[in-house]
């Protein structure tokens, strides 16, 4: 028997639960449909586990369940990622794939919480207007955005409130505020919380970066710096990047939106489950439902007006294509992702940088974005400079010591003794500009356990990508020094990683479907009551963090599909609470 429901919901992390919790409570009956398993608090009572959680990533899905494989060119044989979650670990110490269960990205990210800028949402235009339209990569593809920051303000601001963000607002309708951001974009309202406590490894930054003549603010995370909405603030237990959250004070939808939408009795939530494809009508239009396998095995159908994709937005892409759903071969192209461009430096004050929160530090805006000094590189978008105070555990600071020290016997034990306590950590999110050499499609050769195409990405290092990690690791180098570092090194500015979770593009958004998959809401051109929602939508991609953005994009979607939903109720003749 065929289960029907007003919207099928496939996904339940930082987009999906956001989007079932809005759905539900405006009464729709909403199936929501998740591969992993169902979260709540006490899943996580004791999280404390470097070997579970950051080494074997107990929390991401697995290369026997989701395989994806990567080549860096066409011409290329794609194999399987390396640093992808499997029995050995993972080589480096970033995440090739996103968190399986309910609350998805959220359960392991650091819960850094930014807002684009005004200029992210216009980047080609910026780049022409400074540069010259001729200074942007022959052949790339870069587009503004369908949609501006003053359209998305509102959304940024129900992220913040609504699912806890703390921080301190730089430019509150205009006015600049003492202790924020200057290059802030404009808010409504400040946050809804106070930064979180500063770690000891900070101090030296902002004193460093002060008397550089920067402007240093505290960074903006999702994690509770004071009891909100019934959830207790952090309580500084290092283990926040790459774990969940034992007291629940860093923001995840499986502890926000998702219980709120059980609450209303209109979800069905259906965990250990997969989408095998999507069905459409006879002629590919609209959308009927979903065919999946459930946790004990049995193939199902369910039918809805509307279905909405809001898995890791790779996952979104792999399910497009498996389901034949591509009419203008845009799904896949315009792959973006981030390059760190690590920065380590070892400090003569103690940073006990196991101590806190990643992000209980500050950052730089000075070379962000569009205010990026000119330079002899050809760089032409910035990007913060993130101090990273906390959240250090042994095994993490064994990946990110220095390469000329050997990594085993008594110089492995000497430096961790010498160096660990000192430890300061700097980063930035370099952008890559789209371009069609980067994108994905369905691998001929490897199947997953189903016995459906893994997904294969081609990607590879342009020469800005790596000269975007140059430059803004040489105003690094500039900040270790005056932070009297003894020590410091960098990551290669073309790193051996391809993936980091902040992965985007893939389905972008735009009013033309010849350039794009989907319109500003997230539904798909060609297909009525389709929707992909998430990172994949992303037009550019800027320095900062995508998860708010994420977040904000769902708060869009979901108020549009109620509006659809209401106007489609009132042709019918039937009111909300009828």
């Given at each position: 028997?065929?289960?029907?429901?007003?919207?099928?919901?496939?996904?339940?992390?930082?987009?999906?639960?956001?989007?079932?919790?809005?759905?539900?409570?405006?009464?729709?009956?909403?199936?929501?449909?998740?591969?992993?398993?169902?979260?709540?608090?006490?899943?996580?009572?004791?999280?404390?586990?470097?070997?579970?959680?950051?080494?074997?990533?107990s929390?991401?899905?697995?290369?026997?369940?989701?395989?994806?494989?990567?080549?860096?060119?066409?011409?290329?044989?794609?194999?399987?990622?390396?640093?992808?979650?499997?029995?050995?670990?993972?080589?480096?110490?970033?995440?090739?794939?996103?968190?399986?269960?309910?609350?998805?990205?959220?359960?392991?990210?650091?819960?850094?919480?930014?807002?684009?800028?005004?200029s992210?949402?216009?980047?080609?235009?910026?780049?022409?207007?400074?540069?010259?339209?001729?200074?942007?990569p022959?052949?790339?593809?870069?587009?503004?955005?369908?949609?501006?920051?003053?359209?998305?303000?509102?959304?940024?601001?129900?992220?913040?409130?609504?699912?806890?963000v703390?921080?301190?607002?730089?430019?509150?309708?205009?006015?600049?505020?003492?202790?924020?951001?200057?290059?802030?974009?404009?808010?409504a309202?400040?946050?809804?919380?106070?930064?979180?406590?500063?770690?000891?490894?900070?101090?030296?930054?902002?004193?460093?970066?002060?008397?550089?003549?920067?402007?240093?603010?505290?960074?903006?995370?999702?994690?509770n710096?004071?009891?909100?909405?019934?959830?207790?603030?952090?309580?500084?237990?290092?283990?926040?990047?790459g774990?969940?959250?034992?007291?629940?004070?860093?923001?995840?939808?499986?502890?926000?939106?998702?219980?709120?939408?059980?609450?209303t009795?209109?979800?069905?939530?259906?965990s250990?489950?997969?989408?095998?494809?999507?069905?459409?009508?006879?002629?590919?239009?609209?959308?009927?439902?979903?065919?999946?396998?459930?946790s004990?095995?049995?193939?199902?159908?369910?039918?809805?007006?509307?279905?909405?994709?809001?898995?890791?937005?790779l996952?979104?892409?792999?399910?497009?294509?498996?389901?034949?759903?591509?009419?203008?071969?845009?799904?896949?192209?315009?792959?973006?992702?981030?390059?760190?461009?690590?920065?380590?430096?070892?400090?003569?004050?103690?940073?006990?940088?196991?101590?806190?929160?990643?992000?209980?530090?500050?950052?730089?805006?000075?070379?962000?974005?569009e205010?990026?000094?000119?330079?002899d590189?050809g760089?032409?978008?910035?990007?913060?400079?993130?101090?990273v105070?906390?959240?250090?555990?042994?095994?993490?600071?064994?990946h990110?010591?220095?390469?000329?020290?050997?990594?085993f016997?008594?110089?492995?034990?000497?430096?961790?003794?010498?160096?660990?306590?000192?430890?300061?950590?700097?980063?930035?999110?370099?952008?890559?500009?789209?371009?069609?050499?980067?994108?994905?499609?369905l691998?001929?050769?490897?199947?997953?356990?189903?016995?459906?195409?893994?997904?294969?990405?081609?990607?590879?290092?342009?020469?800005?990508?790596?000269?975007?990690?140059?430059?803004?690791?040489?105003?690094?180098?500039?900040?270790?020094?005056?932070?009297?570092?003894?020590?410091?090194?960098?990551?290669?500015?073309?790193?051996?990683?391809?993936?980091?979770?902040?992965?985007?593009?893939?389905?972008?958004?735009?009013?033309?479907?010849?350039?794009?998959?989907?319109?500003?809401?997230?539904?798909?051109?060609?297909?009525?009551?389709?929707?992909?929602?998430?990172?994949?939508?992303?037009?550019?991609?800027?320095?900062?963090?995508?998860?708010?953005?994420?977040?904000?994009?769902?708060?869009?979607?979901?108020?549009?599909?109620?509006?659809?939903?209401?106007?489609?109720?009132?042709?019918?003749?039937?009111?909300?609470?009828?």
């Amino acid at each position: 028997m065929t289960e029907r429901y007003d919207a099928i919901i496939v996904g339940m992390g930082s987009a999906g639960g956001v989007i079932a919790e809005q759905l539900t409570q405006a009464g729709l009956r909403v199936l929501a449909i998740e591969k992993g398993a169902d979260h709540g608090p006490e899943d996580f009572a004791v999280t404390q586990d470097e070997m579970r959680y950051h080494q074997n990533g107990s929390q991401l899905t697995t290369i026997a369940v989701d395989p994806v494989t990567w080549r860096p060119t066409v011409t290329a044989q794609a194999r399987l990622l390396p640093w992808s979650s499997g029995p050995f670990g993972q080589p480096i110490s970033y995440f090739g794939q996103s968190s399986t269960g309910t609350g998805g990205g959220t359960l392991h990210g650091a819960a850094s919480s930014y807002r684009f800028r005004e200029s992210d949402f216009q980047m080609r235009t910026a780049i022409a207007d400074r540069f010259g339209e001729a200074a942007i990569p022959d052949g790339s593809t870069l587009a503004d955005w369908p949609i501006t920051y003053t359209d998305l303000e509102p959304y940024y601001e129900r992220v913040e409130y609504e699912q806890g963000v703390s921080g301190r607002g730089g430019n509150i309708n205009g006015e600049p505020q003492e202790g924020g951001n200057p290059f802030d974009p404009f808010r409504a309202r400040d946050y809804p919380m106070p930064p979180v406590p500063q770690g000891p490894g900070d101090v030296p930054f902002v004193q460093a970066t002060t008397r550089l003549g920067l402007h240093p603010f505290r960074q903006p995370v999702a994690i509770n710096s004071e009891e909100y909405r019934g959830r207790p603030a952090c309580v500084n237990c290092g283990f926040c990047h790459g774990y969940p959250c034992h007291v629940g004070a860093k923001s995840g939808t499986h502890i926000t939106s998702i219980p709120a939408a059980q609450a209303t009795g209109n979800l069905v939530l259906l965990s250990l489950s997969r989408v095998l494809r999507i069905n459409r009508s006879a002629n590919g239009r609209q959308v009927r439902g979903v065919t999946f396998i459930d946790s004990a095995g049995a193939e199902r159908e369910a039918t809805a007006r509307s279905v909405i994709l809001s898995a890791h937005a790779l996952q979104n892409v792999r399910l497009l294509l498996v389901s034949g759903i591509n009419a203008t071969g845009q799904v896949g192209k315009n792959f973006m992702t981030h390059n760190f461009g690590r920065f380590t430096s070892v400090l003569p004050v103690a940073t006990n940088p196991f101590i806190g929160s990643a992000n209980a530090s500050s950052a730089v805006d000075d070379f962000t974005s569009e205010m990026v000094p000119d330079n002899d590189l050809g760089v032409l978008w910035g990007s913060p400079i993130m101090s990273v105070a906390g959240d250090l555990q042994p095994i993490e600071a064994y990946h990110l010591m220095d390469r000329r020290v050997k990594k085993f016997g008594l110089d492995l034990k000497h430096w961790m003794r010498d160096n660990y306590r000192f430890m300061h950590r700097m980063y930035s999110q370099t952008t890559n500009f789209p371009h069609p050499q980067n994108f994905c499609d369905l691998d001929p050769l490897v199947k997953d356990r189903w016995g459906q195409p893994a997904l294969r990405v081609t990607h590879d290092w342009t020469d800005h990508d790596a000269n975007s990690v140059a430059l803004l690791g040489r105003y690094k180098q500039h900040i270790a020094r005056e932070m009297g570092a003894t020590d410091y090194w960098m990551d290669a500015p073309r790193p051996p990683y391809h993936l980091s979770t902040h992965d985007v593009g893939v389905h972008r958004m735009g009013e033309n479907p010849a350039t794009s998959v989907t319109d500003a809401y997230g539904e798909v051109h060609g297909c009525a009551g389709l929707y992909a929602v998430g990172g994949g939508q992303f037009v550019s991609y800027g320095g900062y963090n995508p998860n708010e953005t994420i977040q904000a994009l769902a708060y869009l979607t979901a108020d549009h599909l109620i509006e659809e939903y209401s106007a489609s109720l009132a042709q019918q003749g039937i009111s909300d609470s009828d």
